[in-house]
Structures are given as structure tokens and as C-alpha cells.
């Protein structure tokens, strides 16, 4: 059995993220389902024929003969053939667990950092050259608002222009040709919802030439970039996709060509930023991922009937879900089916005070939730983003992406029943009208 596990292993390392004979494979998990692509990514066993894959916990490899470490280095032998230098580099561990993220994404490969931001700002880095340009969206994470406004245009004169996506003509006028390097945009915005029609911006971006990125970490599952166009597809691991709100991580997906170059010994924005995941992480982050769809599922459903429900008691919310939102239809066309519109809601309390009083309603009287940043956590995660994650941002900048200052982002978890839940909601939402009647 044993023995087995291991020929098996042997045999599928050829079969890894550079090889040739992958490539008709990993055209056909293009079109695919992501469920179904997962379902087709090789299963690695443990080295004693476990069921689970061993973690390759090593910093370092060793060689039988001296001259295959000048092979190594020379870039002769790789992981395609199972020969890794320095887990800096690549790791077995890690490349697995960028596997199953390029198999979900259905991108040609893939590889996992340690956190999202490090996974947006090396592959930006890699991308661009100093002197180059981005045109991004004006409603993003707050962090890559920062990076791409103030630490960029500093530290590596890459400055970018922001657009507002839905305007495909704003952002085909502010790209610089032979300057302009990237088109970036989320997929569903952070906190705004709102949703990139990413086959016209792929479309737009890729006539002048230009990388289009997108940050999925809103919609793993619901929504497939590069299926839709995208040529690289960046995650935060430590929101939906690990679940666990327990682990920092993040993930660069796309063509084996460009993972292969952020690797580079001489030139790779991984190996010499050095933003490295550690093998034991990526060995947890691989046990959750099989599970990821259903939890997408339940977020979304969650999601949806409190977004309806909540529109229903005269509550101003914002859900892709619903049929009044301005990109229900553009997120229908685009969305994997199944795992429904996200597991995202925003509420406007249009005040900051507002919205403090009904989150300390929700999580002090009631327990519908916990009022902390992030998302994809079971349990309910809330915020006011624009005095919190988007808070990078000027109050004109917050203006601009979509965000009033009382907005509540929501990220709905799934403990307990849906109904335990909404009494609860509800509850809360009866004792802020007691004290504060809705203008
Ligand atoms: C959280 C987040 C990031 C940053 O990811 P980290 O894992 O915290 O570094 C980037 N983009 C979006 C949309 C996010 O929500």
C-alpha cells in the first residue's frame, strides 16, 4: 500500500504545473464547473499511502548527485519532474495547494503566498516595471487603494489612474499605450458590491494589450474570472477560502508562464520578495477547499433570504442578489451556477452613529454576529467600512467608491439555523426602531 502511494506520487509529479501533456487538461477545466474541476486535480496521498497528502515540512532538498543541484539552479529540473531547491521556491506542499487554486479558477497554474496583499503586490511588481502605469477600479479593498496610491508611486514610480469600471469608455481613455501594463479590478467590489462586467473589461483591456487582474476573494466559486476572460486571477486565502478566520494567506493564479517568472532566481517577485507560505498552512488550506463550495452555497443562500427579508422591514440593503441591484442581470450572466450571488450584504444606516448603535444591538443583545473585519468566518462578521477597512481612503475617495459613512458590510456566517438567526436579526432591528425611528 505504502509502496503504491508512493509510485502513484512519483507518477503524478510529472504531471505538475509546467509540464506539456497538462495542458489539453487544464484547457478542458477552463470551461468547467470549479466543483468539477477540483474534482479532477490529482489526489495527492500521504507517504504512507494516508488518504491525506503528507506535508513536505523541509526548508531544504537534498540530491543523490552533485550535479543535479547545477541542474537545479540552471533551471534544467524542476518541480514538473519532483525536484525542488529551497522552499522559498517552490515547496511540494504549497505547489499542491496552488493546484487545486489553479483547478478552481481554471487557470494554467497557480501558487499561494502568505497573504493576500503580498499576493497583489508581487504580482503588480512583477507585472509592471517602474515607470509603468495601472488603471484600476475606484472601489477597492482599502489596502490595495493604499498600495497602488501612496506606497507604488513612492517606492517604485508605478502609478496608477482609478476609473470607474462601469464606464468602459473612462477606461479605455485612461489607458497609456505602452505605458499602461495592467487593467485591475475586484470581481465584486469590497465594500461596495459593486460587479465587474469582466468580459467587456477584458475585452477593452486586452485590445490595448494590457494584463487584466482581478481579486476574486469576494466571490470564490460564484464567480470565475478567468473562465470570463481574466488573465490573472489574485485571492485573499484568509476570507472565504480558508473560512477558519484563522490563517493569513493569499494566492496568485494564472498562465504557468508568468507563476514560472514570479519564481525566477534572478528576477521572481516570489522568490526574491520572499512572501513565502509556510508547507503546514498550505497543508490546512488544502483540506478546506473541497468543502468550500458547499459553504459558498449556504453564505449565499443565508445571504439572500436576509437581503430579501431585511428589504421587505423598509431596510436600505444592498445584495447582487436582489433584482434592484444595478448588476443583478450582468452577475447573473457571469455567475457559476449553484453557489448563488455571495455571501456579502451591506446595510445603510447612512450614519455612522446609526450604524454603531444597530451593530452593538446585533452582537451585544441579540448575538447575531461579532462586529470585526474580514469575512467568510461561519460565524456573522460585521463592520462599518468607512471608518474601518476602507478608511485608507479620503472622504471624497469614499464617496466615490459607493461607501456612506453608516455602511454596514456583512459577511453572513451559517451557525445555527437561517431562522434562529433571523429572529434574532429582526429583534435587533425592532429595538433600534424603539429608539430610533427609520426617517
Ligand atoms: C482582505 C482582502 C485583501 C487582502 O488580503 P490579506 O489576506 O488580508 O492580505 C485583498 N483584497 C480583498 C478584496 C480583501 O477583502
Known amino acids: ?45 500521504g507517504e504512507h499511502g494516508g488518504v491525506n497528502m503528507s506535508i513536505e515540512a523541509s526548508a531544504t532538498f537534498t540530491v543523490m548527485e552533485p550535479e543535479t543541484l547545477r541542474r537545479m539552479f540552471a533551471g534544467e529540473l524542476g518541480p514538473d519532474r519532483d525536484f525542488f531547491i529551497y522552499s522559498r521556491h517552490f515547496n511540494p506542499t504549497v505547489l499542491n495547494l496552488g493546484r487545486q487554486m489553479a483547478a478552481m479558477e481554471g487557470t494554467e497554474a497557480a501558487y499561494c503566498t502568505a497573504s493576500g496583499m503580498s499576493a497583489i503586490s508581487s504580482v503588480l511588481l512583477q507585472l509592471c516595471s517602474s ?13 490595495t487603494h493604499a498600495l497602488l496610491s501612496h506606497f507604488f508611486p513612492r517606492t517604485s514610480n508605478i ?17 497609456v499605450e505602452g505605458k499602461t501594463k495592467v487593467l485591475y479590478f475586484e470581481s465584486v467590489a469590497n465594500p461596495s458590491l459593486k460587479v465587474a462586467n469582466i468580459p467587456e473589461l477584458c475585452r477593452v483591456g486586452h485590445a490595448k494589450g494590457l494584463t487584466v487582474v482581478v481579486d476574486n476573494t469576494f466571490a470564490p466559486m460564484v464567480i470565475s474570472p478567468a473562465r470570463l476572460g481574466a488573465d490573472v486571477v ?16 493569499g494566492a496568485v493564479c494564472g ?93 445603510d444606516m447612512e450614519t455612522v452613529d446609526r450604524a454603531n448603535k444597530l451593530m452593538s444591538l446585533l452582537q451585544n443583545d441579540v448575538q447575531f454576529g461579532f462586529m470585526a473585519v474580514s469575512l467568510g468566518y461561519y460565524e456573522t462578521l460585521m463592520s462599518c467600512s468607512g471608518s474601518s477597512t476602507s478608511s485608507e481612503m479620503t472622504a471624497e475617495e469614499q464617496r466615490t467608491a459607493g461607501i456612506s459613512p453608516g455602511l454596514i458590510r456583512m459577511s453572513i456566517g451559517y451557525i445555527g439555523t437561517l431562522e434562529q438567526k433571523w429572529t434574532q436579526m429582526e429583534k435587533a432591528l425592532t429595538r433600534f426602531n424603539d429608539t430610533h425611528p427609520i426617517p
Open 131 to 143: 515607470g509603468g502605469h495601472v488603471v484600476a477600479s475606484n472601489t477597492l479593498y482599502g489596502g
Open 159 to 175: 502609478n496608477t489612474t482609478f476609473v470607474d469600471i462601469d464606464d468602459l469608455e473612462s477606461v479605455e481613455s485612461a489607458i
Open 234 to 249: 489574485v485571492h485573499s486565502i484568509s476570507k472565504f477560502i480558508s473560512g477558519g478566520a484563522d490563517i493569513i494567506a
Open 1 to 45: 500500500m505504502a509502496e503504491n502511494a508512493v509510485a502513484t506520487r512519483k507518477r503524478c509529479g510529472t504531471n505538475d504545473i509546467v509540464s506539456d501533456g497538462d495542458v489539453k487538461r487544464k484547457n478542458a477545466a477552463r470551461d468547467m464547473d470549479p466543483a468539477a474541476a477540483l474534482a479532477l486535480t490529482r489526489h495527492e496521498f
Open 255 to 347: 498562465p504557468a508562464s508568468l507563476v514560472n517568472s514570479m519564481m525566477d532566481l534572478h528576477q521572481g517577485a516570489l522568490m526574491l520578495l520572499g512572501p513565502t507560505m509556510n508547507a503546514k498552512v498550505a497543508f490546512e488550506l488544502s483540506e478546506r477547499i473541497p468543502h468550500l463550495g458547499l459553504r459558498m452555497k449556504e453564505h449565499s443562500h443565508r445571504a439572500l433570504v436576509f437581503a430579501t427579508r431585511l428589504k421587505k422591514l423598509g431596510v436600505k440593503v444592498i445584495y447582487p442578489g436582489l433584482e434592484e441591484h444595478p448588476q443583478h442581470q450582468l452577475l447573473k450572466s457571469m455567475a457559476n451556477m449553484e453557489y448563488g450571488y455571495g455571501g456579502l450584504l451591506c446595510i
